[in-house]
Nanobody, 117 residues
């Protein structure tokens, strides 16, 4: 079973920064498109950012220019650098893996990000 473990969440003031990490336990990390989703209380889970196996990146409009997704295939880790954080960024952030060949998907348990005013 592929496991995803997020870390790096916490409490930060508006305008601050956090870096989330997601370590993936698999020998085939390079075959996965990796994404970060978030879910706030009472809200649907939404895509924040994605980086595919070739390095192409996609961002939600609300985080463009503030967040950066990256991956290190030598360490099986995907990062989400979050800058200029806003209160509305408060949510549980989930790491997601999608195998582009067999379509298997995996979710992490989530890490809480709370941005105070």
């Amino acid at each position: 079973q592929v496991q995803l473990v997020e870390s790096g969440g916490g409490l930060v003031q508006s305008g601050g920064s956090l870096r989330l990490s997601c370590v993936v336990s698999t020998s085939g990390f390079g075959f996965y498109h990796m994404s970060w989703y978030r879910q706030a209380p009472g809200k649907d889970r939404e895509l924040v950012a994605r980086v595919n196996s070739g390095g192409g990146k996609t961002y939600a409009e609300s985080v463009k220019g503030r967040f950066l997704i990256s991956r290190d295939n030598t360490k099986n880790v995907v990062f989400l650098q979050m800058n200029s954080l806003k209160h509305e960024d408060t949510a549980v952030y989930y790491c997601h893996a999608f195998h582009f060949m067999n379509s298997n998907t995996y979710w992490g348990q989530g890490t809480q990000v709370t941005v105070s005013s």
